[in-house]
Structures are given as structure tokens and as C-alpha cells.
């Protein structure tokens, strides 16, 4: 980009940036239009600071992606707008015959100028809650590696006739490997001696993770309030969300989190199509487990499972993953209702808890 670039270059300057892992596509608008300067920058704070510190106060559009939450942060503190675009409202991008970073880098400018209603903009939490969210998605990455890890485990004994005992992830290393086949345990050892290093780390992960519901976010009691939602989801959720106050309606926290079914409907014809999987993927799988809790025979007796069970009922195996989607959006739903009130959950109507959790309603 060209040091000489002025505020009087032909009015306030929009600029779209195409962001990669090393380097960052660059087009400049004018205020008519016009292609004013294009290049590229490394993607990197230092090399962002140097080039666009010099810039005037401009607008300037990026997708939201892995750079996008210090990049927004460092734009804005330079004195730019910055508009972070949602990636579901870029098709054209993705669906462009001639794809290539300069033409991202120059859609993104135009339509940032045209009207950035249509990019959808996003806004990045804060970076407390982010690391906070790294800290649960982390663990969520290890409890994977360990579950394939005992899967591998026990396919490889069966064909030596051995059939490893049934326990918990959390006691499979100690409990199996009695077990193993003598042969077996130079290749399986090693896996073994993985699992119990896995178990330590999930189990101060956890630990990590309830106290920072305790001390840090008590409003999780709130929603740790519903039989089937624990401190993990809670606090999932409030680190999501971030400001309960940003819904209009507490029912559009279900199309947030993309538990809304799509819609393409023509004159009559209405099918009935997949959700949106828009929003957290996290926090939605988080949730669906919930509803597959809630609506399984151990679980406690509470309207919302009544409830989903009678959508269970209107067919077969598909009815049933309906039933449990149905169920976690609206549980979404309670959950930001227990949130903004700081009520006491009833999980029958007319029949109040005998004793109150010791909650701190937020705000």
C-alpha cells in the first residue's frame, strides 16, 4: 500500500482485506469506487500495525476467521471502522468461478461499501472469555484423543480372543491392562501409559473448569439449575453468549446457535429441511448431548422432557434425533430465560424446588 495515501484521496477510503495464515490480500476503494490500491501485507500484528497506522480513518472489511479476533482488535486501536463479515453471508466467494485472493480481497471492499447490513457483521467476545473458551475446547480435545484411543485399544485385542473388561474412560488404564495380551504389550503399553497421562490432564482440566464457575462466572448456577446441564455446558454457554441482553427475543438464541431449521419455502410448498448449523459448533453439539440426557429413561421427570418425548412418538429413528434437536433449542431457550431473570427453575409447573441453589443472577 502507498505511504502517500491521504484522507483527501478522494474521500473515505474502504478497504477489503483477504486474510490468510501469511499473507493478507489488500484492496483500496475511494468514495467512488474506484480501485485505488492493491497489494498485500504479512498477516502478522507488527506488519498490520505498520501498514494501516499510517492509513486515515478508513473503513475496512475482513471475514471472520483464526486472525480475525487480534486482527479487529489491533485495526480498531489504530483508529480504523473495522467490520468483521460473517463467512455464511460470503456463497459468492466461495461459489466464484474465478476465486483467487484479489478478488475476495475486492468483493469484500464493494460490498463493505455498498452496505455491510448484507456481510452480517460479527462481534468477537472478549478476549478473557475467548482464552476461557480455549480452556473448554482444549478439553473437549483431549476426552477425543482419549475415547479413540481406548476404541483402538480394544479392536486390537479381539483378534487375539480377548476382550478387554468394561470400565470408565477414567479408570481404563488401570483396569485394562492386566488384561493385554503379553504379545501385545510392547505396541499397546504405550498407548496405555498415553491414556493415564490423557485421564491427569482431563481431570485438572476439570477441575480448572468447575472452579471457574464458582469464582469467576456464578451465573452458571443458574442454568446448572435444569437435570441434564452441567457445569460444562453452563458455563459453555455463558462464555458463547457472552451479553444475554443481545437477543431481542429470547427464542432467537436457537437460530444463533443454528437450531433453526431452514427454510425454502415457494407458494405452498413448505419442506421441512435440516437445521442451520449456524453459530457454535461447540456449544450446539454441547447442547444436543443435554437433550439426548434429558430424553433418555434415567433422567429426571421435568416438563421439557415430556415434552420431546411426544415429538419422539410421531415416527421412527428420525423422529427421534428431530425430537432431541427440537429439545436442545429449546433449552437454549430456558437457559437464556434462567439467565436474564435469575429464576428458580421448576422442572414440573406447580411443583417449586423444596431448597434454592445459592445462584448470583448476572448484571
Known amino acids: 500500500m502507498r505511504e502517500t495515501i491521504t484522507a483527501t484521496d478522494r474521500g473515505k477510503l474502504t478497504v477489503g482485506l483477504d486474510v490468510g495464515d501469511r499473507y493478507t490480500q489488500i484492496c483500496v476503494l475511494d468514495e467512488d469506487g474506484g480501485i485505488l490500491e492493491e497489494g498485500r501485507v504479512a498477516t502478522s500484528p507488527r506488519a498490520f500495525r505498520q501498514r494501516f497506522a499510517a492509513l486515515p480513518p478508513s473503513r475496512l472489511v475482513l471475514e471472520a476467521g483464526s486472525h480475525s479476533l487480534w486482527a479487529h482488535r489491533l485495526l480498531k486501536e489504530v483508529g ?74 480394544r479392536g486390537l485385542v479381539k483378534p487375539f480372543g480377548v476382550k478387554l473388561p468394561h470400565c470408565g474412560a477414567h479408570v481404563f488404564a488401570t483396569k ?68 444475554p441482553g443481545r437477543f431481542s427475543r429470547a427464542r432467537a ?22 437445521i442451520t448449523k449456524a453459530g457454535d459448533t461447540f456449544l450446539r453439539h ?27 412418538e410421531r415416527g421412527g429413528k428420525a423422529a427421534k434425533k428431530r425430537a432431541a434437536v427440537a429439545v436442545a433449542r429449546k433449552l437454549s431457550i430456558l437457559l437464556l430465560r434462567l439467565w436474564t431473570t435469575g429464576e428458580i427453575y421448576e422442572p414440573l409447573r406447580g411443583t417449586p424446588r423444596s431448597a434454592e441453589p445459592e445462584i448470583v443472577p448476572s448484571g
Open 253 to 274: 438464541v436457537g437460530s444463533y446457535l443454528g437450531l433453526r431449521p431452514r427454510q425454502d419455502e415457494s407458494g405452498t410448498l413448505k419442506p421441512q429441511l435440516r
Open 80 to 153: 480504523h471502522e473495522v467490520i468483521v463479515a460473517n463467512p455464511r453471508m460470503l456463497r459468492f466467494i466461495y461459489g466464484n468461478d474465478s476465486k483467487n485472493d484479489r478478488a475476495d480481497a475486492t468483493y469484500l471492499a464493494r460490498v463493505g461499501k455498498l452496505d455491510p447490513g448484507l456481510l452480517h457483521p460479527v462481534t468477537h467476545r472478549r478476549e478473557e472469555s475467548q482464552a476461557h473458551l480455549v480452556l473448554l475446547r482444549s478439553r473437549e480435545v483431549l476426552v477425543r484423543s482419549r475415547t479413540r484411543l481406548i476404541s483402538h485399544a
Open 176 to 243: 485394562v491392562r492386566e488384561h493385554v495380551p503379553e504379545i501385545l504389550l510392547p505396541a499397546l503399553g504405550p498407548v496405555i501409559d498415553i491414556i493415564a497421562v490423557l485421564t491427569e490432564q482431563i481431570r485438572e482440566l476439570n477441575d480448572k473448569v468447575e472452579t471457574l464457575a464458582r469464582e469467576t462466572y456464578k451465573e452458571t448456577a443458574l442454568l446448572a439449575q435444569v437435570p441434564g446441564v452441567g457445569t460444562l455446558t453452563s458455563l459453555a454457554y455463558v462464555l458463547t453468549i457472552e451479553d
Open 286 to 312: 454441547l447442547l444436543v448431548e443435554c437433550a439426548h440426557h434429558i430424553l433418555s429413561n434415567n433422567s429426571q421427570d421435568t416438563d421439557l422432557k415430556r415434552w420431546g418425548l411426544k415429538l419422539a
